[in-house]
């Protein structure tokens, strides 16, 4: 893991941990519990997001441009799409 990857662990970690002091004499102790599970699994989802991006190569991730005429077909509406009528 690179140096920023492990320098924006620790930022959420201490945000994290700020936040919870904070909260803990209005929060319930099983409510709490709840929380630390969902900051762990969100600090887990931004770290993959972040190692994906950071890993993969450039241009293998996107498209190449399209034609315009292929960018027009596809912004039209399908025909099946359309105003229900309302009696």
């Given at each position: 893991m690179s140096r920023d990857g492990e320098?924006?662990?620790e930022l959420v970690n201490e945000l994290g941990s700020r936040v919870s002091h904070?909260?803990?004499d209005m929060v319930p102790?099983?409510?709490q519990v709840h929380l630390i599970n969902?900051?762990?699994e969100l600090i887990t989802a931004l770290?993959?997001?972040y190692e994906h991006r950071v890993t993969t190569t450039p241009g293998r991730g996107r498209r190449a441009a399209t034609s315009p005429r292929k960018?027009?077909?596809?912004?039209?509406t399908p025909a099946r799409a359309g105003k229900i009528p309302i009696e």
């Open positions: 320098r924006l662990i904070a909260l803990t102790p099983a409510a969902a900051q762990r770290m993959l997001i960018a027009a077909a596809r912004r039209r």
